[in-house]
């Protein structure tokens, strides 16, 4: 996710993390109306309620964190009132709506798209929630929740895997084999076409799950430490690195979903789950969308190919989510108490039981439960040399809304231009990064 999870941090809806682009600076110069950020701030002077901005429009994530808010609210005492909006809508009204009155917590994404927010003293840091709950986590759970200034800001609550999914008894059916290199990936790609399958579901209409598919490409053909410089806006898109990276990604266009920029992932997902398709690269929140059991138990996935053997599929795109604290929260005490809970194995494993498709941040949780899905997702994680959270959380969030988002959907529409795009990124991410 894992954003997502984009995606999800997703967006559309939910992409479970992953998640869509916030806009940044740009938001506040469209002129796109507030976050309705005063929804439950009448309350929130009531110190046995807590207000909650939430990202969680989707169904099952819905309901996933009405759960766990709901286990607080028994455990506590303190009552939780949701401020709920649209996915897309939260991550692109949220820099306006961080700066106005919100709400006293705030659900969002760990890594950069967090420290962008602590950085210009939007959240207020959570050091004293941290010594509490510090030992349910492990170090990359630490380091993912951290400012820039090293103080926490982030409880982190859910995490999950961006790989290639497939259905078991598609391959079975066919005889497809799993790829682990681009050679083999491609070879695969021309055997379903012929097999009169859709290889590769694609759906970029909210425009973030395109990045998921550069990031995977990047780090396998140029390795972490390059995709890390070129997020920081340290390393130059014109540079052949990243041309090779749309080379190699416009070598497999012709066998993505055709009309994917006017698609959801959702609407994508559904091709999958009909077997109308036989690959689907996204989050591990793809499996929303397998609401029939017999179905989920049918999905399975790989990690994205080698290309390049000196880096193999040593990087996990693994996007982790969990809840920050506003700059003003006028139920402090309260936040603090349900911040410590969110911190807890207990909270985790109430999430996951109405949300299996993604796995615990904390290593604390109980993993007996998980589904052989989660199994293999926690695996992929814990074993992964490099952790990344996606692109539009690993860059600054001005950056990938109103430069990436719209390039990668030029590209996707059209792979012909590729310099003059690249030339065009470059300059816009010199003016952007160097604005500070």
């Known amino acids: 996710m894992h954003r997502s999870s984009p995606g999800q941090f997703m967006p559309g809806t939910s992409r479970r993390s992953v998640l869509r682009g916030l806009g940044g600076a740009a938001v506040l110069s469209a002129g796109i109306p507030l976050l309705s950020a005063c929804a439950g701030s009448s309350s929130s002077s009531d110190t046995k309620t807590v207000t909650v901005g939430s990202n969680a429009s989707d169904a099952v994530p819905k309901k996933a964190y009405g759960d766990v808010y709901a286990a607080f609210t028994k455990q506590s005492g303190i009552k939780v009132a949701l401020n709920t909006k649209d996915h897309n809508t939260f991550q692109e009204q949220i820099n306006s709506y961080l700066q106005a009155t919100p709400d006293d917590v705030f659900q969002w994404f760990a890594g950069y798209r967090m420290q962008f927010f602590a950085a210009k003293g939007l959240a207020t840091p959570i050091d004293d929630v941290w010594k509490t709950i510090g030992g349910n986590f492990p170090p990359a759970m630490h380091d993912l929740s951290k400012g820039q200034d090293g103080k926490y800001y982030l409880v982190p609550l859910t995490t999950s895997p961006w790989a290639v999914f497939y259905r078991k008894s598609v391959f079975q059916k066919y005889g497809y084999e799993v790829p682990t290199t681009w050679d083999a990936f491609v070879a695969l790609c021309k055997q379903m076409k012929k097999d009169g399958l859709v290889p590769i579901a694609f759906g970029d209409k909210d425009a973030w799950p395109a990045m998921g598919s550069f990031d995977q490409i990047n780090f396998r053909l140029n390795g972490y430490d390059f995709h890390v410089e070129l997020m920081a806006g340290k390393a130059s898109w014109t540079d052949a690195k990243v041309r090779k990276v749309f080379d190699t990604w416009a070598e497999t266009l012709p066998y993505h979903q055709e009309g994917a920029v006017g698609r959801t992932w959702q609407d994508a997902a559904q091709t999958l789950v009909a077997k109308k398709a036989g690959m689907y690269m996204l989050g591990m929140f793809v499996a929303q969308q397998f609401?029939?059991?017999?179905?989920?138990?049918?999905?399975?996935?790989?990690?994205?190919?080698?290309?390049?053997?000196?880096?193999?599929?040593?990087?996990?795109?693994?996007?982790?989510?969990?809840?920050?604290?506003?700059?003003?929260?006028?139920?402090?005490?309260?936040?603090?108490?349900?911040?410590?809970?969110?911190?807890?194995?207990?909270?985790?494993?109430?999430?996951?039981?109405?949300?299996?498709?993604?796995?615990?941040?904390?290593?604390?949780?109980?993993?007996?439960?998980?589904?052989?899905?989660?199994?293999?997702?926690?695996?992929?994680?814990?074993?992964?040399?490099?952790?990344?959270?996606?692109?539009?959380?690993?860059?600054?969030?001005?950056f990938t809304s109103t430069v990436m988002q719209p390039a990668l959907q030029k590209f996707v529409r059209d792979p012909k231009g590729i310099d003059s795009l690249l030339s065009s990124i470059e300059r816009q991410k010199k003016t952007i990064f160097a604005s500070g």
């Open 291 to 398: 609401t029939n059991k017999a179905d989920l138990d049918d999905l399975d996935f790989f990690a994205f190919p080698e290309i390049d053997p000196a880096y193999g599929q040593d990087t996990v795109e693994a996007p982790t989510d969990g809840i920050m604290l506003s700059k003003k929260p006028e139920n402090h005490a309260g936040s603090v108490k349900l911040l410590e809970f969110l911190g807890t194995p207990q909270a985790e494993e109430t999430y996951l039981k109405a949300d299996p498709s993604l796995i615990a941040a904390s290593s604390k949780a109980d993993t007996s439960a998980y589904s052989a899905l989660q199994k293999k997702a926690y695996e992929m994680i814990s074993g992964a040399k490099h952790l990344t959270q996606f692109m539009d959380r690993d860059s600054r969030p001005d």
